[in-house]
């Protein structure tokens, strides 16, 4: 079995393709049985089924991490990747990173540490791989391998976070998007915000602006449950997103978030709100993946629209505050590592102990078997012990003394030089 993983993110590939590649979070676990398939198929060597793979599916990355004997595993998985999404091999494959063995170890690590995020050390992205994990394992996915990689890489996250300062001055997308809007808006309490979708980053968002004390808070969610039970929170009132066509050009901060796999606000949609609102300036910001908000939005003269991507720049002035923690957090992935490889390397070699064990044991018994036969018919027991250590010891030897007489040249060097520690035995 081999480690792998394989995918793109904010830093290999543009917004959108991301969102090309993204898998609804309904889609991920009938997405991970596909891939499970999809290896199988192509892997001569495992005939049972063996294969393991979870899939993490974020606005800034889409990985599979897998373990399977599959030829050629990154080919493997860029062609599965663009069967599912339905994309050109010639398209996606530059974008891809693969990354095997110890180097994706070190990646899911340091992905769930917040040291691969657009943000550094951004705390959301350990609770995504968890219910990606979580999807996995529902779905079959995890065996040994990625069960230990990934339990792993929860205490190590762990381990990062409480013994270095890695997320202290963490600056998040919602603390971006609040940045933004005041070069449009000096002041967010004069002002109408609409959070579109109810999820975890929208929450984040909400809790930022309202912070601010905005003239109003209003959530829009498919599930008017959900979205009421949120904007009760902010002192905010809900609407259903079907009611945002008439609705829109109340609002003069937007921010969404959806897993919608289709635009929820069209350009035309957005036309007919600044004729409404007499060309006063909308302030816009799309953090979903596949995007909320159609890109022909952002040519609009009076509307400033920000996508995933776009706050990247802004995030980045909060960095030299956290950099001091980086080479700490480093270290103490490359021990974790380290240590993971020594257990994949121990489950390596766990067949060849099985079989010595077996062998030996069928060894003892015979001579044991034979001891009996020798005790039966009367024979001394100091001949009977004599008999069984010798013969224990012949057989136990003749294995490697046959070897050794059998190897020519640089392998019986090898050979010779191997068998003393073996053996333990002095020149």
Known sequence: ????????????????????????????????????AWFARHDVTNAKGNDEAAILSTCNRTEIYCASAVDNPLEATAHF???????????????????????????AFRVASGLDSMVLGEPQILGQMKDAVRQADAAGGLGTY?????????????????????GAHSVSMAAAAVRLSQRIFDRISEQHV????????????????AAQNPKSLTIANRTMERGESLAHRFN??????????????????????????????GLGMVERALKARRRKPMFMVDL?????????????????????????????????????????AEAIIETRVQSFMHWLDDRAVVPVIRDLHENSEQLRLHELERARKMLARGDDIQVVLEALSKGLTAKFLHGPQQALHQAQGDERARLAALLPQLFRTKR
């Not at 990247?312 to 960095?319: D, I, K, L, T």
């Open 194 to 209: 609409l959070f579109i979708g109810a999820g975890e980053m929208i929450e984040l968002c909400a809790t930022h602006f």
């Open 1 to 36: 079995m081999q480690l792998l993983a394989v995918g793109l993110n904010h830093t290999t590939a543009p917004v959108a393709l991301r969102e090309q590649l993204a898998f609804a979070p309904e889609h991920v676990a009938d997405a991970v049985g596909a891939a499970r």
């Open 81 to 107: 990747l663009a069967d599912y999404h339905k994309l050109p091999h010639s398209q996606l494959r530059p974008h891809l990173y693969a990354l095997p063995q110890d180097n994706a170890v070190r990646h």
């Open 236 to 265: 905010g009132k809900a609407i259903r997103l079907a009611q945002l066509p008439e609705q829109l050009s109340q609002f003069d901060i937007v921010v969404s978030c959806t897993a919608s796999t289709l635009p929820l606000i």
């Open 288 to 328: 979903a993946v596949p995007r909320d908000i159609e890109a022909e939005v952002g040519r609009l003269n009076d509307v400033f629209l920000y996508t995933v991507d776009d706050l990247g720049a802004v995030v980045q002035s909060g960095m030299e505050n956290r950099q001091a923690a980086v080479a700490q």
């Open 146 to 166: 990625l069960h230990q990689m990934f339990q792993r890489t929860f205490a190590v996250a762990k381990e990062v976070r409480s013994t270095t300062e890695i």
